[in-house]
């Protein structure tokens, strides 16, 4: 068994590896020489392809290494999905989850921006759809079976989510709560070495 951890960071809705917050991650574990293997994928927008694409490069290695996963926003939804799984096949293993500024709702979200979208990292034009939704909704955890092996970071000044909602859905978990900020988590590289301990 390979011990060295895959670090997984999965990122929003409309992002891509290009994000501040994943080039904050790489540089971290760079500078500090922390031995983690990262994968920055880049999301398709269809969740049922999410869905594959984690499980052809997670859940079909998971046996052989240890599994962290970061999810932003959106990527912090598919970050709880992914995290179950992995609970389910691997029950004696901890798989630790950073969820920062989660969708926790993202049903009810996704019906304010049903229409026209455009990636502002890749510039693709793709449109979303009520079979969007319908997609989400087989990937939504009912119950958190380790909600210790989760850091919930959320920001007050979220102007997409609410993060008392967050606090409610990822009860049991350990959380950071920054006052102000914003729904990308400003200031994100000040809490990498919080993320990295939490991730042992």
């Known amino acids: ?8 960071y999965l990122h929003g809705l409309n992002s891509a590896p290009q994000t501040q917050k994943a ?3 790489q540089f971290y574990i760079d500078s500090q020489q922390i031995a983690v293997e990262t994968w920055i994928p880049l999301l398709p927008t269809w969740p049922d392809e999410v869905k594959a694409l984690l499980q052809e490069n997670i859940l079909n290695v998971a046996d ?3 599994i962290h996963i970061i ?3 959106l990527g912090g939804f598919f970050g ?5 799984q992995l609970q389910e096949a691997f029950p004696d293993r901890r798989h630790p989850l950073v969820a920062i500024n989660p969708a926790v709702k993202p049903l009810d979200l996704f019906e304010q921006y049903v229409g026209p979208q455009e990636n502002t990292y890749t510039g693709e034009k793709w449109e979303l759809t009520e079979a969007h939704a319908s997609q989400l909704n087989s ?20 102007e997409t989510l609410n993060y008392a909602q967050s606090l409610a859905r990822y009860t049991g978990a350990h959380y950071i709560i920054d ?3 914003s729904h990308a988590f400003d200031n994100f590289d000040r809490f990498l070495p ?5 991730l042992g």
């Open 194 to 198: 919080d993320v990295f301990s939490f």
């Open 139 to 158: 990937m939504v955890v009912d119950h958190l079976k380790k909600p210790e092996d989760i850091l919930l970071m959320v920001q007050t000044g979220d």
């Open 71 to 73: 999810g932003s926003s």
């Open 64 to 66: 052989q290494r240890p």
């Open 179 to 181: 006052d102000g900020g």
């Open 1 to 8: 068994m390979n011990n060295t951890p895959l670090l997984v």
């Open 80 to 84: 709880t999905w992914l995290q179950a």
């Open 23 to 25: 080039q904050f991650l």
